[in-house]
C-alpha cells in the first residue's frame, strides 16, 4: 500500500521501529496488510498494527512491525481490509439487548394478526399463568392497520381470547409504550377508574374501557405486576438471569465490531452484577453505564458506585440516567406544539423538572456526568435551561451571559436523542458544551411517519438536525438504541451518511454526515462523550487494543456498498474476541 507523504512515520519512528531494542518489545499480535485508518490526526493512516498485551505497542508499514515479531507471536493477516478503531457504541440498552432472545420478536411481524397468532403460539407451550412477553411492535410499519383501532393503535381483545391463562405484555419497539392483554390489565388492577399515573397514560376507547395500550409511565403498573412474580426468584436465580443477558448482549456486539457499549440506564442491583462480573475479568466487553434508579436511591449509592476503569478497564459507572419525556412513535415526545395527528395532545412530561433538577445537583455533587433522555423539542429546550441553571450554580437562565456558564470538558453532560429541536437550541448546545447522543438509524427507521407527527415544516426545520449542530461545534455520538433498533453499527453508519430510507428517498439530505464524520460518532467521539478519549476511541500507541476490521472500505465504497460490509474480525484488549465464519 503506497502511503500518502501527510501520514508517513516519521523517521526518527521508524529507526525506533527497526531499531534492536525496539525488537526486543516483542507484540502479542500483530495485524498487517490491512488499511488501518487510526482517527487518529497526528497519524491517519498505516498498514499494521503491533499489540502486547492490552495495549497498543506499534504502528506502521506492515515490513517496519516485522521488527516486533517474534516466535510466539501471532501474526494476523488482513488481506486489504480495513482496520479502525473498536466500535462505540454511543447509546443502547445492554441487559436489554440480551433479554431480547426469551422473548417474542415482534420486529418480524407484518401486522396485528401476525402478533396476535405468535401470542396464540406460544399460550400453546407455555404453562398456565407464565408471563409472555415480547418486544419490537410498531404500529406505523404494518402492511395493514388494525381492526378495531384506536389513535392508530391495536386493542387487547383478540390478544386476550388467544391467551386467557397467561399474563401478556408486548413493548412497542420505541420501548415507551406496551400493549397487555387482560389476564395482565387485571393482575396490575387496570380498570375503567384506574387513573393516568404521572408521565403517563392508559389508553380508553369511545366506552372508555382499557385498550390495553400503556404509553409511557403507564407500563410500569403492569411490569410491576410481573416483577411481583420475578420475585420469589431466589437471588441466585435472578443473578444467572443477568448474567446470561450480560453474555449474551455481550456475543452479539463482538459479531457486529462492537467493543465499547455505553449502556443508558441500569439499576443498582444489575450494576452489582456488572461489578462481580468485571472483577471476574468476565464482562465479554467494555461497558460505560448511566446508573438509572429511583432519585432516592441514587441520592444513598451514588458515592459507593462511582466507577472509572474497574476489572482491567472494562466496567466504569460515572453518569446518572433519567428521562424527561416519551418516544414520538407513541406520541409521547414532549413537543412545543401539538402534533399534527393528534391535536391538543403536546406528548408527555415523563419524570417531572423539579425531579430532574435534583439529579442535576446529585450529579454535581459526585462529579457525574447528567444524561437526560430529550426527543422532542420541548424536551430538549427544558433540558438545556436546566442545565444552564446548574452550570451557573442553580442561577435563572440567561442566555445571553455565556461568560458566566460553567461549560466545557469538565462536565460533558449529554442529552440523549436530541431527536427533534427548535432552531433556535441548536447553538446552545455548543454554549453549554452539551453532547448531542443521537442515532442515525432512528433517522431512516422513523422518516416516514416524522412528517404526519410534526407536519412538514416543523419537520424539515427541527428533526435529527446533524449537519445543523455539527456546524455549531457540537460532539455527535452515535449508536442504535438497541434494542429498539438492531445493534449494527454498519447499518446506522449508513443512515448517517445517506440518510436513505428503505424505499429508497431521502430524507431531509442537507442534514447528512460525511463518512469521516459518521466514523468518528461511532469512534472517537464516543469516547469522548465517556471521557475516555485516552484510552480508546483511536488507534494509538499506548491506547488499549480495541480494533474491529471490516470486510469492505465503509469510507471509499459506493454508497450503496456500504451495507455489504461484514465484520472480519473484532480484537478487544489485544484478543481477537470474534472471526467470522469467512473473514
Same mark, same amino acid.
Given at each position: 500500500m503506497r502511503? $500518502?507523504?501527510g501520514?508517513?512515520?516519521?523517521m526518527?519512528?521508524v !529507526?525506533?521501529?527497526?531499531?534492536?531494542?525496539a525488537a526486543?518489545?516483542?507484540?502479542?499480535?500483530?495485524?498487517?496488510?490491512?488499511?488501518v485508518?487510526?482517527?487518529?490526526p497526528d497519524?491517519?493512516?498505516?498498514?499494521a +498494527?503491533?499489540?502486547?498485551?492490552?495495549r497498543i505497542?506499534?504502528?506502521?508499514s506492515?515490513?517496519?512491525?516485522?521488527a516486533y515479531?517474534?516466535?510466539k @507471536?501471532?501474526?494476523?493477516?488482513?488481506?486489504?481490509?480495513?482496520a +479502525?478503531p473498536?466500535?462505540?457504541?454511543?447509546h443502547?440498552?445492554?441487559?436489554?439487548l440480551?433479554?431480547?432472545?426469551?422473548?417474542?420478536r !415482534?420486529?418480524r411481524?407484518?401486522?396485528?394478526?401476525?402478533?396476535?397468532?405468535?401470542?396464540?403460539?406460544?399460550?400453546?407451550?407455555?404453562?398456565?399463568g407464565?408471563?409472555?412477553? $415480547?418486544r419490537?411492535w410498531h404500529?406505523e410499519?404494518?402492511?395493514a392497520a388494525?381492526v378495531?383501532?384506536?389513535?392508530?393503535f391495536?386493542?387487547?381483545?383478540?390478544l386476550?381470547?388467544?391467551?386467557?391463562?397467561h399474563?401478556?405484555?408486548?413493548?412497542h419497539?420505541?420501548?415507551h409504550?406496551a400493549?397487555?392483554?387482560?389476564r395482565?390489565?387485571?393482575?396490575?388492577?387496570?380498570?375503567?377508574?384506574?387513573?393516568?399515573?404521572?408521565?403517563?397514560? +392508559?389508553l380508553?376507547?369511545?366506552?372508555?374501557?382499557p385498550?390495553?395500550?400503556?404509553r409511557?409511565?403507564a407500563?410500569?403498573l403492569?411490569?410491576a405486576?410481573?416483577?411481583?412474580?420475578?420475585?420469589? !426468584? @431466589?437471588e441466585?436465580?435472578?443473578k444467572?438471569d443477568?448474567?446470561?443477558?450480560?453474555?449474551?448482549a455481550?456475543?452479539?456486539?463482538?459479531?457486529?465490531?462492537?467493543t465499547t457499549?455505553?449502556?443508558a440506564?441500569?439499576?443498582?442491583?444489575?450494576?452489582?452484577?456488572?461489578?462481580e462480573?468485571a472483577?471476574a475479568?468476565?464482562?465479554p466487553?467494555?461497558?460505560w453505564?448511566m446508573?438509572?434508579d429511583?432519585?432516592?436511591?441514587?441520592a444513598?449509592?451514588?458515592g459507593?458506585?462511582?466507577?472509572?476503569g474497574r476489572?482491567?478497564?472494562?466496567?466504569?459507572v460515572r453518569?446518572?440516567?433519567?428521562a424527561?419525556?416519551g418516544?414520538?412513535?407513541?406520541?409521547?415526545?414532549?413537543l412545543?406544539e401539538p402534533?399534527?395527528?393528534?391535536?391538543?395532545?403536546?406528548?408527555?412530561n415523563?419524570?417531572p423538572v423539579?425531579?430532574v433538577?435534583?439529579l442535576?445537583?446529585?450529579a454535581?455533587e459526585?462529579?457525574m456526568q447528567?444524561?437526560?433522555?430529550?426527543?422532542?423539542?420541548?424536551?430538549?429546550? %427544558?433540558?438545556?435551561d436546566l442545565?444552564e441553571?446548574?452550570?451557573?450554580?442553580g442561577?435563572?437562565?440567561?442566555s445571553?451571559?455565556?461568560?458566566?456558564?460553567?461549560k466545557?470538558?469538565?462536565?460533558?453532560?449529554?442529552?440523549?436523542?436530541?431527536?427533534?429541536?427548535h432552531?433556535d437550541?441548536?447553538p446552545?448546545?455548543?454554549?453549554?458544551g452539551?453532547?448531542?447522543?443521537m442515532q442515525? +438509524?432512528?433517522?431512516?427507521?422513523?422518516?416516514?411517519?416524522v412528517?404526519?407527527?410534526?407536519?412538514d415544516?416543523?419537520?424539515?426545520?427541527?428533526a435529527?438536525l446533524?449537519?445543523?449542530?455539527?456546524?455549531a $461545534?457540537v460532539?455527535?455520538?452515535?449508536g442504535t438504541?438497541a434494542?429498539?433498533?438492531d445493534?449494527d453499527?454498519i447499518a446506522?453508519?449508513?443512515?448517517s451518511?445517506?440518510?436513505r430510507?428503505?424505499?429508497?428517498?431521502?430524507?431531509?439530505?442537507?442534514?447528512?454526515?460525511t463518512?469521516? %464524520?459518521a466514523?468518528?460518532?461511532?469512534?472517537?467521539? $464516543?469516547?469522548?462523550?465517556a471521557? %475516555?478519549e485516552?484510552?480508546?476511541?483511536t488507534?494509538a500507541?499506548g491506547?488499549?487494543?480495541?480494533?474491529?476490521?471490516?470486510?469492505?472500505?465503509?469510507?471509499?465504497?459506493?454508497?450503496?456498498e456500504?451495507?455489504?460490509?461484514?465484520?472480519a474480525?473484532?480484537?478487544?484488549?489485544?484478543?481477537?474476541?470474534?472471526?467470522?465464519?469467512?473473514p
Amino acid at each position: 500500500m503506497r502511503l $500518502g507523504a501527510g501520514i508517513l512515520l516519521s523517521m526518527a519512528t521508524v !529507526l525506533a521501529a527497526a531499531s534492536p531494542a525496539a525488537a526486543q518489545n516483542t507484540a502479542d499480535l500483530v495485524l498487517t496488510n490491512g488499511k488501518v485508518v487510526t482517527m487518529d490526526p497526528d497519524r491517519p493512516q498505516a498498514e499494521a +498494527i503491533a499489540i502486547r498485551g492490552d495495549r497498543i505497542l506499534a504502528i506502521g508499514s506492515s515490513r517496519e512491525m516485522q521488527a516486533y515479531a517474534g516466535p510466539k @507471536t501471532r501474526v494476523l493477516d488482513l488481506g486489504g481490509k480495513l482496520a +479502525i478503531p473498536g466500535f462505540i457504541e454511543g447509546h443502547g440498552h445492554y441487559t436489554s439487548l440480551g433479554r431480547r432472545v426469551r422473548q417474542l420478536r !415482534l420486529e418480524r411481524a407484518h401486522n396485528w394478526q401476525d402478533i396476535v397468532d405468535m401470542v396464540a403460539e406460544a399460550a400453546r407451550t407455555a404453562p398456565k399463568g407464565q408471563w409472555i412477553l $415480547g418486544r419490537g411492535w410498531h404500529q406505523e410499519k404494518w402492511n395493514a392497520a388494525p381492526v378495531p383501532v384506536v389513535e392508530g393503535f391495536p386493542v387487547h381483545e383478540a390478544l386476550s381470547r388467544v391467551s386467557p391463562d397467561h399474563p401478556v405484555l408486548l413493548t412497542h419497539a420505541s420501548g415507551h409504550a406496551a400493549i397487555a392483554n387482560a389476564r395482565a390489565l387485571s393482575l396490575a388492577g387496570i380498570n375503567e377508574r384506574t387513573p393516568d399515573p404521572v408521565g403517563g397514560e +392508559i389508553l380508553h376507547d369511545a366506552s372508555k374501557r382499557p385498550t390495553g395500550v400503556l404509553r409511557e409511565t403507564a407500563q410500569r403498573l403492569v411490569s410491576a405486576a410481573y416483577d411481583k412474580q420475578r420475585a420469589g !426468584l @431466589t437471588e441466585a436465580q435472578q443473578k444467572a438471569d443477568l448474567r446470561l443477558d450480560i453474555e449474551t448482549a455481550g456475543s452479539e456486539c463482538l459479531a457486529r465490531g462492537i467493543t465499547t457499549f455505553e449502556d443508558a440506564g441500569s439499576p443498582f442491583q444489575t450494576l452489582d452484577v456488572m461489578r462481580e462480573m468485571a472483577d471476574a475479568h468476565a464482562l465479554p466487553v467494555r461497558l460505560w453505564v448511566m446508573a438509572r434508579d429511583s432519585t432516592a436511591a441514587l441520592a444513598r449509592n451514588l458515592g459507593r458506585y462511582r466507577e472509572v476503569g474497574r476489572g482491567g478497564g472494562f466496567l466504569t459507572v460515572r453518569a446518572i440516567k433519567v428521562a424527561i419525556d416519551g418516544a414520538l412513535g407513541p406520541r409521547g415526545a414532549w413537543l412545543l406544539e401539538p402534533y399534527d395527528d393528534l391535536p391538543g395532545h403536546t406528548g408527555l412530561n415523563t419524570t417531572p423538572v423539579d425531579t430532574v433538577r435534583v439529579l442535576a445537583r446529585l450529579a454535581l455533587e459526585h462529579d457525574m456526568q447528567l444524561c437526560v433522555h430529550a426527543i422532542g423539542d420541548r424536551a430538549n429546550r %427544558e433540558t438545556l435551561d436546566l442545565y444552564e441553571a446548574a452550570f451557573r450554580g442553580g442561577a435563572a437562565p440567561a442566555s445571553t451571559d455565556t461568560a458566566a456558564i460553567h461549560k466545557g470538558p469538565e462536565r460533558r453532560w449529554r442529552i440523549e436523542h436530541a431527536q427533534h429541536l427548535h432552531p433556535d437550541d441548536v447553538p446552545r448546545f455548543a454554549t453549554l458544551g452539551v453532547i448531542a447522543s443521537m442515532q442515525g +438509524i432512528h433517522c431512516t427507521s422513523d422518516a416516514p411517519w416524522v412528517p404526519p407527527r410534526l407536519g412538514d415544516q416543523r419537520a424539515a426545520s427541527g428533526a435529527y438536525l446533524w449537519r445543523s449542530l455539527m456546524n455549531a $461545534g457540537v460532539v455527535i455520538i452515535n449508536g442504535t438504541d438497541a434494542p429498539v433498533e438492531d445493534v449494527d453499527p454498519i447499518a446506522c453508519f449508513y443512515a448517517s451518511v445517506s440518510r436513505r430510507t428503505s424505499d429508497g428517498s431521502v430524507f431531509y439530505g442537507d442534514q447528512k454526515m460525511t463518512r469521516e %464524520e459518521a466514523l468518528a460518532s461511532y469512534t472517537r467521539n $464516543g469516547a469522548y462523550g465517556a471521557f %475516555e478519549e485516552d484510552i480508546k476511541g483511536t488507534l494509538a500507541v499506548g491506547k488499549l487494543a480495541d480494533v474491529t476490521v471490516l470486510t469492505k472500505d465503509i469510507l471509499t465504497c459506493p454508497e450503496a456498498e456500504i451495507l455489504d460490509a461484514r465484520v472480519a474480525w473484532t480484537i478487544l484488549g489485544g484478543r481477537v474476541a470474534y472471526t467470522a465464519a469467512k473473514p
